[in-house]
């Protein structure tokens, strides 16, 4: 933990905005407001910060009277300085991150003060990381990525999966596959756009293309290279799930970060360990259908967003930053995801592998992912440090402390479950 002689424990930076304001609608109900947890709201203008703390009270119940709240200016890095040194750890919810995140990054790693996201963009996070690392070492900040929907349930789910194949088997599973078996609710505004800008980058940089298609991508720049090749683009039938499957979109992140916690964890899951993820389909004709429809209306997506005129098209069809579902339609939510841990060549040629569960209970484009996001900054500004300073994946941050975190006060479940 880098930056402890400060006046907080947590800044939630974008806190106007509408993932933000989410996160601090579970900081205030879990905590309060000037009580324990020393924690603040922070963003650009004083006015609609105030206006957000009247509007909590109302919504929670709680009294906001006493919530600090900071203005600062993302574009000023002085501004942006003053204030990630007030704090062991900044929380924020501004992207796309590779349009607004990299000066606060930069902030963060040069103070010391430890900083989690809810970013799933490849390119912006590699070069966060090559530019950043060794200042963050330096100074005991943990830059901490990927602590919403993507990625925490892949990752979580697998060194989840990993522990428990370790308790069954002895050693860890070399081959996890990651299923999503079903979700109520759309991917938030601040997704869309930074999709759509990290498809605008690769369509204008070929080094972006490049980096995109790697699926060790993220991986340490000297890290051993595993034996997992380029996400899946067609419909696959999966024996151990017994049902057709169809890509993910999200597949070109999560794994990654699956990746880069292995080989941060000391290839804890093993040097040639194999990570895959899918949408289940299900089976037969109907099955086979549904997935090469799924794959078709994905590889559609993504060619429409390589040309730029279809581009806006898409762009003007998708949810815009700062949009999203009502209460009702956000705890009504939920998403499932299911994995398969192969069992060992040690165990013997009778065991199989596990199966098991990773489960939320709002949309995860926005309740969960809030709560997923608020967990995560409260685990670096409270609980045990495991890590020193530099840029870690959730799993290899915070592991057992998170995932207890998540099912304590998050609504995600992780479980061993049957066939």
Partial sequence: MGNDN?????????ATGFTGRLVAAHLLEHHGAGGALRWAIAGRSREKLDALASELATETGQDTRALPRIVA??????????FVRRTRVVCTTVGPYAKFGSKLVAACADAGTDYCDLTGETQWMRRMIDAHEARARETGARIVHTCGFDSIPSDLGVYFMQREARAAFGAPSPYVK???????GGFSGGTAASMMNLVAEAAADPSVRKLLVDPYGLNPRDAHRGPDRPDRTG???????????APFVMAAINTRVVRRSNALLGFAYGEDFRYDESVLAGSGATGWL???????????????GAIG???GLLGRALPAPGEGPSKEERENGFFEIRFFAAAPKSAGSEATGLYGRVTGDRD???????KMLGQAALCLARDEPTTGGGFW????????????RLQKNAGLAFEIVSA
């Fill in 73 to 82: 200016d993302a574009d000023d890095g002085a501004s942006l300085d003053g």
């Fill in 393 to 404: 994946t959730p799993a290899s941050a915070m592991g057992d402390a998170l995932l207890l």
């Fill in 309 to 311: 005129p279809l581009r």
């Fill in 178 to 184: 990651g299923r999503v078996a079903g979700f109520r």
């Fill in 235 to 245: 419909p696959v039938f999966d024996a151990d799930f017994d049902q057709w499957t």
């Fill in 290 to 304: 549904k997935a090469s429809g799924l794959a078709a209306g994905q590889g559609a997506v993504t060619l429409a």
């Fill in 364 to 370: 995860p484009g926005y309740g969960s992912t809030s």
């Fill in 6 to 14: 400060t006046d907080f424990d947590v800044i939630v930076w974008g």
